[in-house]
């Protein structure tokens, strides 16, 4: 009897030392219960910025809790908290954390099927759980449960409901109800359906495993079980029973426009504009469905440009009259996921090319050149050392005399360099730091001449920042990132004179003006007026296109962010189609106005190859001129090629005014090609005037030879083609007129 007895004391003191021990334990595992039950107490938030229709462009899912997403139970659906309580805890509103009968169930529902079937965790503990996160075992459903009741001690069942239905986890890392309702149906709670509503109650249970995309069915199956509890407990009506069970998901297309992680990097880090952090809202000026279709624009063109060699790319887009970044893209390699994903390709200094020709030729005009101003195109070289540095155009053809016209438009690089030698490379670096370059921060000897075609690295906001000074008819304002928040206190700044910029903005636009290099049909001849210029950094490492209509200005850059060569991707290539695409984009809601002018300008008819006032048989051009810079000398070097050089050239002028016919085809400089799989004697081109019922007869002259006629109402011409330079005009009598009206000649070529 004794040693029974004292086996019986020793057993009951190691019990009530266990007993001590595992409260001790228990005691020092538990966590402290939030005094607020908020992410915010756990997780600090930032400022949330939108874009400016109100789209949050801070959501991230990559964060424990949802920050942003957040509804208040009392605007919730009455069904969606319904159903959730009868599928996640019944007895919410009678238990003090811990359903106790649910878990003796569930235990005896496990032991039956040898299997965990079933869990039994109420709402309370699954918040407890997201709040301390621990390993599934025994021990941490124990403390979870301590907790739970803890919870329910400090906080009311409301305040813990709410928390639950705005944190639960789903899928893709979402956090909520809402945000479920937006990635599985893209609507919000208050949109959703009986079935979709019932779905997310389903869906929390294993949001991974019930993929809707793959397991239908399953889904079905719970959905008709949930819908069969509420129908009996009277929570819905037969109708919405029968909707539920026919419910069919149908994959919503990803419309969420607030993707611009470089963009809010850029705002947070007052990169821009200055604002200084808060937690307020921020709307800021980005558009979020503009940016969206940018993105899928140069995502698709990088993809078909990149082959074996992913691309980086960007976009940036302003509303130069309003000073707003409406886009700010980045794509190809720039993700997240790989190596240089977090960098700004908008922000990082690169190689211009011959993006920064229109600033050199603006200051040129400032300094007394003309838009007819002749430039020598022959070849150039510079002493380096002991050595020359050849200058070569991308051509590397040379033209000889060209307008400055020709020199900007068709990007050439000696007549640039002979310019920037005229204005000398300390104004024009000057000039360009007055634009915002900031990045160009040695002295001007350090990058010489070949600053003009692109020498030293600018950024894509710099150098949108400075064509939108163009754009404003020389005006420079800080651009803006931010609606609600105080704009800069800067003032604006005159960069150059309303004509220059005037000037500058027509050359860029004129298809015209750049055929000898780029062509008539080229990608660059936009469907409505649109100054463009592209540029092409040394070894194809950056490719570049910029340009601005009336009210925006858009740059394109392409490239390798670790400054590898592209397989000789140019400008025009590259960035010139996403340029062309953005611009429609912009313009789809109807046809956008012409580039700003000046009316201090004058328009003036001038040879085309001289740049003087036109004689009687020069190939007029109409060129813009700023007050008193206009030619006075009139054009000696073509009268020999027609009898009307006989007359002065203010006399041919007088006889023109007015007249109302000029070729459209061929265009002046027009090059033809002879097809050599068709016989000469049959290939012909069309001479063509614009549609007049007046015309009476046409006589049409070829190097001043006569070469046919038409008769009333015929405004065309089948001209055999002849090999050689040529030069063409139509004499055009009206009906009942004895004297004719004669075209400008117009020069062409067939090879």
Not at 647 to 667: A, D, I, N, Y
Request: net charge positive; charged share 25%; hydrophobic share 40%.
């Amino acid at each position: 009897m004794c040693r029974r007895n004292l086996l019986f004391w020793m057993a009951l003191g190691v019990s009530v030392l266990g007993g001590v021990l595992g409260a001790v334990k228990t005691r020092s595992a538990l966590l402290p219960v939030p005094r607020e039950l908020a992410p915010g107490t756990v997780e600090v938030s930032k400022s949330r910025l939108l874009d400016r229709n109100g789209t949050p462009l801070t959501v991230t899912y990559q964060n424990r809790w949802n920050h942003h997403h957040f509804v208040p139970l009392h605007q919730m659906p009455p069904l969606l908290v319904a159903a959730f309580l009868e599928s996640e805890d019944r007895r919410f509103f009678q238990h003090n954390g811990v359903d106790w009968a649910a878990r003796v169930h569930a235990l005896l529902q496990n032991a039956a099927a040898m299997r965990v079937v079933r869990g039994a965790s109420t709402i309370s503990e699954q918040v407890i759980r997201m709040l301390h996160a621990r390993p599934r075992t025994f021990w941490s459903r124990w403390l979870e449960g301590i907790e739970a009741q803890r919870l329910e001690q400090r906080f009311s069942k409301a305040e813990i409901l709410e928390f639950y239905l705005n944190q639960v986890p789903y899928a893709c890392r979402r956090r909520g109800v809402p945000q479920a309702a937006r990635f599985y149906f893209d609507r919000s709670l208050d949109a959703l359906d009986e079935g979709e509503i019932l779905a997310l109650a389903v869906l929390v249970r294993a949001p991974g495993r019930m993929d809707l995309r793959k397991r239908g069915d399953e889904l079905r199956r719970s959905l008709s079980n949930l819908a069969g509890r509420l129908r009996k407990r009277g929570l819905l009506s037969e109708e919405q029973d029968r909707r539920v069970r026919g419910f069919c998901w149908v994959p919503p297309e990803n419309t969420f426009p607030g993707d611009a992680p470089h963009f809010v990097q850029a705002v947070q880090k007052k990169g821009v504009h200055g604002f200084l952090d808060s937690s307020a809202e921020i709307v800021t000026t980005l558009d979020g469905v503009l940016q969206r279709k940018i993105q899928r624009i140069l995502d698709v063109r990088l993809r078909d440009l990149s082959g074996s060699q992913p691309l980086d790319g960007a976009v940036l887009v302003v509303d130069h009259l309003r000073d707003e970044v409406l886009a700010w893209v980045n794509g190809g390699g720039l993700s997240e996921d790989l190596p240089g994903g977090w960098i700004d390709a908008v922000t990082v200094p690169r190689q211009p090319g011959s993006t920064l020709k229109p600033f050199l030729y603006a200051l040129a005009l400032e300094r007394g050149l003309t838009a007819a101003t002749l430039i020598e195109d022959t070849p150039l070289a510079e002493p380096i050392g002991t050595g020359l540095h050849p200058f070569r155009n991308y051509s590397r053809i040379h033209y000889g005399p060209l307008r400055l016209r020709e020199a900007l438009g068709n990007s050439l690089n000696v007549p640039a360099v002979r310019t920037v030698q005229h204005t000398g490379q300390g104004a024009f670096l000057e000039t360009l730091r007055k634009l915002g370059f900031h990045s160009l921060n040695r002295p001007s000897d350090h990058y010489g001449s070949g600053l003009a075609l692109g020498d030293g690295e600018v950024s894509l906001l710099e150098l949108v920042g400075a064509y939108a000074v163009l754009g404003r008819l020389g005006e420079r304002r800080p651009l803006s990132t931010v609606l609600n928040v105080g704009r800069p206190a800067n003032p604006a700044e005159r960069i150059f004179q309303e004509e220059t910029a005037a000037i500058i903005g027509d050359i860029l636009s004129d298809p015209q003006a750049r055929r000898l290099e780029f062509g008539e049909g080229h990608l660059l001849r936009f469907p409505f007026q649109t100054a463009v210029k592209t540029g092409t950094s040394s070894d194809h490492k950056d490719a570049w296109a910029v340009g601005f209509s009336r009210r925006h200005t858009v740059g394109v850059w392409m490239g390798h962010l670790d400054r590898k060569p592209t397989r000789g991707i140019t400008g025009a290539t590259g960035p010139a189609l996403v340029l062309r695409a953005v611009f429609a984009e912009l313009n789809r809601e109807g046809d956008p106005r012409p580039l700003s002018g000046s009316t201090r300008l004058a328009h003036v008819p001038i040879c085309g190859e001289s740049g003087l006032l036109a004689g009687p048989a020069c190939p007029v051009v109409w060129e813009l001129f700023k007050k008193g810079t206009a030619p006075t000398r009139y054009c000696s070097i073509h009268t020999h090629r027609s009898e009307e050089g006989k007359r002065t050239g203010r006399e041919f002028l007088k006889s023109t005014q007015g007249m109302g016919f000029t070729l459209l085809q061929p265009t002046r400089d027009l090059q033809l090609r002879m097809d050599p799989h068709i016989p000469d004697a049959l290939e012909a081109f069309v001479f063509l005037l614009p549609k007049d019922p007046g015309i009476g007869r046409i006589q049409w002259t070829v190097n001043g030879t006569e070469v046919g006629e038409t008769g009333p109402g015929e405004n065309r011409f089948l001209w055999p083609l002849v090999r050689g330079r040529h030069w063409v005009q139509a004499r055009v009598w009206k009906t009942g007129s004895r004297e004719p009206q004669t075209t400008p000649a117009v020069p062409f070529e067939v090879k």
